[in-house]
Nanobody
Framework: QVQLVESGGGLVQPGGSLRLSCAAS????????MGWYRQAPGKQREWVTS???????NYADSVKGRFTVSRDNAKNTLYLQMNSLKLEDTAVYYC?????????????????WGQGTQVTVSS
């Protein structure tokens, strides 16, 4: 069993900062690409940022220059530092990870999602 557990969401004023964390646990052999998505009320889930195991990153244009993704491979943990938050950043933020687990004598990579953490930007 593999679990992704997010934390760090909350209420913040415009211009403020928050740091999200996502910890992967369970029978994990390796974690490949990890990323953050978000879903605002009434909208579809959208990609925010991703990071490879080697640390290469990509960002959606809407968060570029304000958000920073990082990871600790030893702890199987993903982070998202969010600065200069805007009203439109309000959403439920989901962690996503491609995780390799053992399947008998073999291994397989599957996609996992966290349960989501609410980020609300409001004055």
């Amino acid at each position: 069993q593999v679990q992704l557990v997010e934390s760090g969401g909350g209420l913040v004023q415009p211009g403020g900062s928050l740091r999200l964390s996502c910890a992967a646990s369970g029978s994990i052999l390796s974690v490949n690409n990890m990323g953050w998505y978000r879903q605002a009320p009434g909208k579809q889930r959208e990609w925010v940022t991703s990071i490879t195991r080697g640390g290469n990153t990509n960002y959606a244009d809407s968060v570029k220059g304000r958000f920073t993704v990082s990871r600790d491979n030893a702890k199987n943990t993903l982070y998202l530092q969010m600065n200069s938050l805007k009203l439109e950043d309000t959403a439920v933020y989901y962690c996503n990870a491609a995780i390799i687990t053992a399947r008998g004598l073999l291994s397989a990579e599957d996609d996992y999602w966290g349960q989501g953490t609410q980020v609300t930007v409001s004055s």
